[in-house]
C-alpha cells in the first residue's frame, strides 16, 4: 500500500429575537401542547430540529459543493454528511472534471484522501483544477492483491476512524466487478460515524456499486466544451429526476 501528501477545519451559529415583534397571546393548552411538552421531556432533541436555529446548526453536517446549483438540489443546500455517493458518466462526459471541481473546494479546508487503484491520478491536472495538494492524500493499493478493493476499502475505514480524513474518494474508472456489499455495508457504518462521505468515480452502467448501498447516483454529462449537466438519476436526499448545468 502507497500514501503520497497532508491537514483539516469547522464551524457553527445562533439567532436572536426580533425587536418589536407581536407576541400573540397564549392559548389555553390543548392536546398536541401536552404532547409537545411530553415529547420536550423525554427527547428534547426531536423538537429543537423543528426549529430554524437548528437548521442554522445543520448547516454544519453537510458538504457545501461551491457550486450554488448543485447545492439547491438538497434540502440544507449541501450534501448530508454521511453518505456513500456515486459520481458516474462516459467517456469524456466530464466526470472526473466535476470531482475535482469539488475536491478544489473542499481541499482548501479539509483533508481529502483519493485511493487511486489504477495510477490514474494525475497531479498536475488537479492543481490545475484548484485542488490543494498539501492537503491531498493519494492512496494507492498494492497493485498484486488478489483484489485491491479490500485494502483499498480498509484503509478508507482507518482514514475515517482515526479523523484523518472525512471525504474519501474511490477511482473506480477501470473497474468492472461489483464492489462487496459485506464491506461497502461496513463502510458505510464507519462514514455515518465519522461524519464523512466517500464518493465512487465510476463509468457509467457498469452497476459496480450496488443500488441499494449509495444513497446519490449523480450522472454527468457535457454540454459543451466548459458546460456539464448534473441529472440525479438516483437519492434518498432529493427528487430524482432533477437535472442542472454547471460551468467549470
Not at 86 to 110: C, D, M, N, P, Y
Request: with cysteine; aromatic share 6%; charged share 25%.
Amino acid at each position: 500500500m502507497g500514501m503520497v501528501g497532508h491537514s483539516g477545519m469547522q464551524g457553527q451559529t445562533g439567532t436572536q429575537a426580533r425587536p418589536g415583534f407581536c407576541r400573540p397571546q397564549s392559548a389555553p393548552p390543548g392536546p398536541v401542547a401536552g404532547l409537545r411538552e411530553a415529547i420536550s421531556r423525554k427527547w428534547p432533541e426531536a423538537l429543537r430540529s423543528l426549529t430554524p436555529a437548528s437548521l442554522a446548526e445543520r448547516q454544519g453536517l453537510v458538504f457545501e459543493t461551491g457550486l450554488p446549483e448543485v447545492d439547491a438540489l438538497f434540502p440544507l443546500h449541501g450534501i448530508p454528511y454521511g453518505q456513500l455517493i456515486e459520481i458516474t458518466g462516459g467517456v469524456s462526459s466530464g466526470k472526473t472534471s466535476f470531482l475535482f471541481r469539488l475536491l478544489a473546494v473542499w481541499s482548501a479546508e479539509r483533508t481529502v484522501a483519493y485511493v487511486d487503484f489504477d495510477n490514474a491520478f494525475f497531479p498536475d491536472a488537479a492543481v490545475c483544477a484548484g485542488i490543494d495538494l498539501s492537503r491531498l492524500l493519494v492512496v494507492r493499493p498494492e497493485p498484486k492483491a488478489d483484489d485491491p478493493i479490500k485494502p483499498g476499502i480498509r484503509t478508507a475505514e482507518l482514514l475515517l476512524g482515526k479523523k484523518n480524513s472525512d471525504i474519501i474518494v474511490f477511482d473506480l474508472v477501470g473497474r468492472r466487478t461489483p464492489l462487496p456489499l459485506g464491506l461497502l455495508h461496513r463502510l458505510r457504518l464507519k462514514t455515518v460515524r465519522a461524519r464523512g462521505m466517500v464518493i465512487f468515480l465510476t463509468n457509467k452502467n457498469t452497476g459496480i456499486v450496488p443500488s441499494s448501498m449509495a444513497s446519490l447516483r449523480l450522472e454527468i454529462s457535457r454540454r459543451d466544451h466548459d458546460r456539464l449537466e448534473i441529472a440525479v438519476t438516483k437519492s434518498r436526499l432529493s427528487a430524482e429526476g432533477a437535472r442542472v448545468e454547471v460551468s467549470l
